[in-house]
C-alpha cells in the first residue's frame, strides 16, 4: 500500500513538473534569427569571407552580448558544387536586429579586423550574393538550444530543413502540427538535438518554416529519421485529417560547422 502511495506520488510530481516546464517555456518572448546565407563563384572568396566571420564579426557580436552563433558550411554532393556560408544569429528582440548594423560601424575593432572584407573593391567582391532570411521561434521552442554534440565537426550533420505550404492558412497548420501537435515533442523524445524551430517572417520562400536538427555524423541521422517516421506518434499523428497536405515542398540541407562555429 505504502508503495503505491509513493508511486503515485512520485506520478503526479513528475507530471507537475512536465506541466510547469510546459507553461515557463510557451510564457518566454520567442526568440528571432536572422541566417545568412553567403554564395561563392572561388575558393578566394571563401577565405575571405571566413576570416572576416571569425576575426572580426563573430568577436565584434560577442561584444554586444548575442551569444551562440552558428557558422556552417554545405556539406559537398555529386549534384551541388555551389560554396554556400550559412551564418545563424539570435536576437531577443527585433530592435536588436534593426539595430546591429549601426552598432557594427561604431566599433573601431571590427572595422580594423574585418577591413580586407568591409572595404575590398567593386571588382573583387568577398562573395557573389547574400541572401537574408528572418525568422521567429516557435512557441514551444522559444529559445535556441545550441547543439550538445561534441565529436568530430568534420563528421558532424547538420540538418538544416524548409518547409513551405501553399497558403498561409494551410502554414499554420503546419506549426500547429510543430506545436500543439506534438511534432517537437517527438523530435525531443528521439534526441534528434534541435537546435531551433521556426517560421519564416520575411523571405524569399513564403510562407514557410525552418528548423535545424544535429548528428554526430550521416549513420546516425539516417538512423533517427528512420525511427522517427516508423513511430507509433508520427504515423498517427500524419494520418490525422486536420494534419493533410500542408507541406507543399520539403528543400533538405547537410551542413557542417566551421571550427569557429560556437556549436
Same mark, same amino acid.
Given at each position: ?10 506520478s ?12 515557463i ?19 578566394a ?5 571566413d !576570416?572576416?566571420? /571569425? ?28 560554396? /554556400? ?17 549601426? /552598432?557594427?560601424?561604431? !566599433? ?40 550538445p ?80 517516421? !516508423?513511430?507509433?506518434?508520427? /504515423? ?28
Open positions: 500500500m505504502e508503495i503505491d502511495k509513493s508511486l503515485r506520488t512520485l503526479f510530481f513528475l507530471l507537475s513538473l512536465t506541466f510547469t516546464s510546459t507553461l517555456s510557451q510564457a518566454l518572448d520567442p526568440e528571432f534569427y536572422q541566417l545568412k546565407v553567403y554564395s561563392f563563384e572561388n575558393d572568396q571563401v577565405q575571405i569571407t !576570416d572576416y566571420l /571569425k576575426d572580426a564579426f563573430l568577436p565584434a557580436l560577442k561584444k554586444l552580448n548575442i551569444a551562440n552563433i552558428g557558422v556552417f558550411k554545405l556539406r559537398p554532393n555529386e549534384k551541388d558544387s555551389i560554396k /554556400k556560408i550559412f551564418v545563424l544569429i539570435p536576437f531577443k528582440t527585433l530592435e536588436d536586429f534593426t539595430m546591429l548594423e549601426d /552598432k557594427l560601424m561604431k !566599433d573601431s575593432l571590427y572595422l580594423a579586423n574585418g577591413e580586407n572584407y568591409i572595404k575590398t573593391s567593386h571588382d573583387k567582391p568577398p562573395y557573389k550574393r547574400i541572401e537574408s532570411i528572418l525568422l521567429k521561434a516557435f512557441r514551444d521552442m522559444p529559445e535556441m538550444r545550441p547543439s554534440l561534441n565529436g568530430p565537426r568534420k563528421n558532424r550533420i547538420y540538418e538544416l530543413r524548409s518547409y513551405e505550404s501553399a497558403t498561409e492558412a494551410i502554414f499554420r497548420n503546419k506549426v500547429d502540427m510543430f506545436n500543439a501537435g506534438g511534432e517537437i515533442d517527438l523530435f525531443k523524445k528521439l534526441t534528434f538535438n534541435a537546435v531551433f524551430y521556426s517560421e519564416v517572417i520575411s523571405g524569399p520562400k513564403m510562407p514557410n518554416l525552418m528548423y535545424l536538427t544535429t548528428f554526430s555524423d550521416q549513420e546516425s541521422r539516417d538512423a533517427h529519421w528512420k525511427t522517427f517516421v !516508423d513511430a507509433p506518434e508520427w /504515423k498517427a499523428m500524419s494520418s490525422m485529417p486536420k494534419y493533410q497536405h500542408n507541406v507543399s515542398h520539403i528543400d533538405i540541407m547537410f551542413l557542417y560547422p566551421t571550427e569557429y562555429s560556437d556549436y
